[in-house]
């Protein structure tokens, strides 16, 4: 991957030289003070990946009986572990919707995933620190309604299942700082959404968490709380943001599981809504706290990569990245040219700067595995 921005050369002037550079300078009303900060190198201060999405379909006859096993889809996400750590990202943040779930047997939930922890403890024992988000196959289940449909909906038991197997991730403080080299401020493993708040109805401890590393915060958000299935929890995440930045904090990071607003594949019919529009006031609430704080939201769910500022033509600026390309199964069935990089697995690679700009790429390869390459590349 490319590495950050260097200026190439050194300047070697004598005394006399030095003297006829300032006069020149001071000719056209100029000075070297003036143009101190042009002279620095922009430094890399924080370089993270995040992706989301790598359950396997138990129905998909083409997998290994491996995969069948642990309903994973274990060439992609190994490649996409793999790569990550070879950028060297110090961190990587996961969009949730690493298990399949779905499942009363609780030795299954367990089996899945036990065997994606072991996946990503080579990338943690790497140097890349993992850093894990919820998703609704974590914590909802398909339950029977009255009229016989099936809903789903997030359980306390699931949220429980959650804690057991990701709470050491959330967040082990000396871990992260050995290998990321940041050190990490204002985690409280108690700040989460109250419960009333948002239709929250339980604890949402290490399910909903945020703290700072650097000059960057970090918000995970739950998005399928119990009592408030694809609703964010808005109103902890504005006072979260709001004492972010009475802190100084400079970059603002928001990771969750379902997508604001849902992305329609050109190539294909338009579905309904699958994300938090769901419930579209609920959804423009949402948004209007990271417009307000000028935040970037990650997410997965939907399982493609898409990244879009969905309130750009309103004057609005943040953006919206979709990169729930890890391994499930795509969500557009075909591609056309308006965009071919729909069915290809993809994830983002952020990197922040010192002069305080952000550059983010979208990085992966298509569905046959072939060589992997930068799909699209910006700065916010």
Same mark, same amino acid.
């Given at each position: 991957?490319?590495?950050?921005?260097?200026?190439?050369?050194?300047?070697?002037?004598?005394?006399?030289?030095?003297?006829?550079?300032?006069?020149?300078?001071?000719?056209?009303?100029?000075?070297?003070? *003036?143009?101190?900060?042009? $002279? +620095?190198?922009?430094? &890399?201060?924080?370089?993270?990946?995040?992706? %989301? =999405?790598?359950?396997? /379909?138990?129905?998909?006859?083409?997998?290994?009986?491996?995969?069948?096993?642990?309903?994973?889809?274990?060439?992609?996400?190994?490649?996409?572990?793999?790569?990550?750590?070879?950028?060297?990202?110090?961190?990587?943040?996961?969009?949730?919707?690493?298990?399949?779930?779905?499942?009363?047997?609780?030795?299954?939930?367990?089996?899945?995933?036990?065997?994606?922890?072991?996946?990503?403890?080579?990338?943690?024992?790497?140097?890349?620190?993992?850093?894990?988000?919820?998703?609704?196959?974590?914590?909802?289940?398909?339950?029977?309604?009255?009229?016989? *449909?099936?809903?789903?909906? $997030? +359980?306390?038991?699931? &949220?429980?299942?959650?804690?057991?197997?990701? %709470? =050491?991730?959330?967040? /082990?403080?000396?871990?992260?700082?050995?290998?990321?080299?940041?050190?990490?401020?204002?985690?409280?493993?108690?700040?989460?959404?109250?419960?009333?708040?948002?239709?929250?109805?339980?604890?949402?401890?290490?399910?909903?968490?945020?703290?700072?590393?650097?000059?960057?915060?970090?918000?995970?958000?739950?998005?399928?709380?119990?009592?408030?299935?694809?609703?964010?929890?808005?109103?902890?995440?504005?006072?979260?943001?709001?004492?972010?930045?009475?802190?100084?904090?400079?970059?603002?990071?928001?990771?969750?599981?379902?997508?604001?607003?849902?992305?329609?594949?050109?190539?294909? $019919?338009?579905?309904?809504? &699958?994300?938090?529009?769901?419930?579209?006031?609920?959804?423009?609430?949402?948004?209007?706290?990271?417009?307000?704080?000028?935040?970037?939201?990650?997410?997965?769910?939907?399982?493609?990569?898409?990244?879009?500022?969905?309130?750009?033509?309103?004057?609005?600026?943040?953006?919206?990245?979709?990169?729930?390309?890890?391994?499930?199964?795509?969500?557009?069935?075909?591609?056309?040219?308006?965009?071919?990089?729909?069915?290809?697995?993809?994830?983002?690679?952020?990197?922040?700067?010192?002069?305080?700009?952000?550059?983010?790429?979208?990085?992966?390869?298509?569905?046959?595995?072939?060589?992997?390459?930068?799909?699209?590349?910006?700065?916010?």
């Amino acid at each position: 991957m490319p590495k950050a921005p260097q200026f190439i050369g050194r300047l070697h002037l004598t005394s006399t030289w030095l003297g006829l550079l300032l006069c020149g300078l001071q000719g056209l009303g100029l000075s070297l003070a *003036a143009h101190a900060d042009a $002279a +620095q190198p922009e430094t &890399e201060i924080f370089h993270f990946a995040t992706v %989301g =999405d790598s359950r396997a /379909d138990p129905k998909n006859a083409s997998l290994s009986p491996q995969d069948k096993r642990w309903v994973q889809a274990t060439p992609v996400l190994a490649r996409i572990l793999r790569e990550v750590n070879q950028s060297h990202a110090q961190a990587l943040v996961f969009n949730g919707d690493m298990v399949m779930g779905y499942t009363p047997d609780a030795t299954q939930l367990e089996r899945e995933y036990a065997f994606w922890r072991g996946m990503v403890a080579v990338t943690l024992e790497a140097g890349t620190y993992v850093l894990p988000v919820p998703g609704n196959h974590e914590v909802q289940m398909p339950v029977k309604q009255a009229d016989g *449909a099936s809903k789903k909906l $997030a +359980q306390a038991n699931l &949220e429980n299942a959650w804690r057991d197997n990701m %709470g =050491d991730l959330i967040l /082990d403080v000396p871990r992260w700082q050995k290998l990321t080299g940041q050190t990490v401020a204002h985690f409280e493993v108690d700040n989460s959404p109250a419960q009333g708040q948002n239709s929250v109805s339980t604890s949402q401890r290490q399910l909903s968490y945020s703290f700072d590393a650097g000059p960057i915060h970090f918000a995970v958000i739950n998005t399928d709380p119990v009592g408030g299935d694809s609703q964010a929890p808005s109103t902890w995440l504005q006072n979260d943001l709001n004492q972010a930045q009475a802190r100084g904090m400079k970059h603002l990071f928001v990771f969750g599981h379902k997508m604001a607003f849902t992305y329609q594949p050109p190539s294909q $019919a338009p579905r309904g809504s &699958e994300g938090l529009d769901e419930y579209p006031a609920l959804a423009e609430t949402f948004w209007q706290v990271i417009e307000s704080h000028g935040a970037t939201y990650f997410c997965g769910h939907e399982h493609i990569q898409h990244a879009s500022q969905p309130k750009l033509a309103q004057g609005g600026h943040a953006w919206q990245v979709i990169v729930g390309s890890g391994g499930s199964p795509f969500a557009a069935g075909v591609v056309n040219e308006k965009n071919p990089q729909d069915r290809d697995y993809a994830w983002a690679d952020v990197r922040v700067y010192s002069s305080g700009r952000v550059h983010v790429e979208i990085w992966g390869f298509d569905e046959h595995l072939g060589p992997t390459h930068r799909l699209q590349a910006w700065d916010i």
